[in-house]
């Protein structure tokens, strides 16, 4: 496919089965020329039910290859998008729901926490969704987000710039200007080196560490937030993770 021909041919695939509301599933091979990858479905479902309308029976499509720009952008509740491969800037962009997941190919023996998997400015402007990537985005990961939920397992500089709410993991290593002029939402980042402290932009975020008598309760969320996020993407380094999290929690 190229060009527009993949959105029109996932519409005449999914159409009947989004009028009926009865969800389904669907393959793909996609490649970088095709951008905004979802977009038509998206507003299709739109359209008849609202962004959130199909949240209890869902379009998921099953895409193998490369995305272009804009994978899943202004993404519906009741669309599920799992991408085995990667994808290019702005991710997510505009989401409204729904849930976008890439992993590697399998069998490729990529080390996630070392290989870059979404591009730059990715959720920026989302208003809500999830989006589990098991790799590392490029710069101004989640700006502007307002609600999504997300974890990835490293960004570039000025992630969370401009966030005013939704929540972000970052299972690794971040750029510089972290949270710049951040005035909403939640992340708990992996700090394995001590570097974080000096990575932040403090004008308007504090961090802490998960210690002392709030500990438990980030426990047991950061425990669920992990097993999703295993279960979404299989990763390796978010299996070691959640298998081992007391070992680990106290660099969050």
């Known amino acids: 496919f190229d060009k527009g021909e993949l959105a029109e041919q996932m519409v005449r695939d999914t159409l009947a089965a989004i009028e009926a509301k009865r969800g389904g599933e669907y393959a793909y091979t996609v490649s970088n020329t095709v951008r905004s990858i979802g977009a038509r479905l998206s507003g299709e479902i739109a359209r008849r039910y609202g962004d959130q309308g199909m949240n209890d029976a869902p379009i998921t499509l099953r895409l193998t290859g490369t995305a272009g720009?804009?994978?899943g952008v202004w993404n519906a509740g009741g669309l599920h998008m799992i991408l085995e491969g990667d994808a290019n800037d702005y991710v997510g962009k505009g989401m409204a729901g729904g849930k976008l997941v890439i992993h590697p190919p399998q069998g490729s023996g990529f080390v996630e926490q070392d290989t870059t998997i979404i591009g730059n400015t990715c959720l920026y402007g989302a208003?809500?969704?999830k989006l589990f990537a098991a790799g590392t985005a490029g710069e101004r990961f989640a700006v502007r987000n307002s609600g999504a939920h997300t974890v990835v397992e490293g960004t570039g500089d000025h992630c969370c710039e401009y966030m005013t709410g939704g929540f972000v993991a970052v299972l690794g290593k971040t750029g510089y200007n972290f949270g710049s002029g951040m005035t909403g939402g939640f992340a708990y980042?992996?700090?394995q080196d001590n570097t974080f402290v000096d990575k932040?932009?403090?004008e308007l975020?504090?961090?802490?560490r998960i210690s002392g008598e709030a500990m438990e309760s980030y426990r047991n969320h950061l425990?669920?937030?992990l097993d999703e996020y295993v279960e979404e993407t299989g990763s390796e380094w978010g299996?070691?993770?959640?298998?081992?999290?007391?070992?680990?929690?106290?660099?969050?």
């Open 69 to 71: 720009q804009s994978f």
């Open 127 to 129: 208003t809500g969704g």
């Open 189 to 191: 980042v992996l700090d």
């Open 200 to 202: 932040v932009n403090h």
């Open 205 to 208: 975020v504090e961090i802490q």
């Open 223 to 225: 425990q669920h937030v």
């Open 239 to 252: 299996r070691n993770l959640a298998e081992n999290l007391d070992d680990y929690l106290r660099r969050f």
